[in-house]
């Protein structure tokens, strides 16, 4: 992504309702608008979808964070498969729900292997 040009303060004023309109236009696709002075970025606008999208990969992110954590606190480890899921899972493409199925059949595939 290349990085958009700084809109100063001044300019962000005068041209607010049209940024808005343009961000909410955009919805997820909206480039983000940055604000500042000097060309130094100070802050930046984005449209509601593409900050839930941001703030909701951050949350995700964490918590399988903490959740690797917890597991590699035993001595044990993610499977390659696992790692597959759970990236998927931080950039949105499945759910917790499914993320947990998944996990679910994987442990019971392996359980049943080491039983049969």
């Known amino acids: 992504m290349e990085i958009?040009?700084?809109v100063t303060v001044s300019d962000a004023r005068a041209k607010l309702s049209r940024?808005?309109?343009?961000l909410s236009e955009s919805g997820a696709d909206a480039e983000p608008?940055?604000?500042?002075?000097?060309?130094?970025?100070?802050g930046v606008l984005l449209s509601v979808e593409a900050f839930e999208a941001l703030s909701g990969r951050a949350a995700r992110r964490a918590a399988v964070a903490s959740a690797t954590g917890s597991i590699e606190a035993e001595g044990l480890h993610a499977s390659e498969a696992s790692d597959r899921d759970t990236e998927a899972y931080v950039k949105g493409d499945v759910?917790?729900?499914t993320l947990v199925a998944r996990a679910i059949a994987r442990h019971g595939q392996t359980s049943e292997r080491r039983a049969g």
């Open 19 to 22: 940024i808005l309109t343009d």
């Open 33 to 42: 608008v940055l604000i500042g002075a000097h060309r130094k970025p100070q």
């Open 4 to 6: 958009p040009e700084v």
């Open 95 to 97: 759910d917790a729900d």
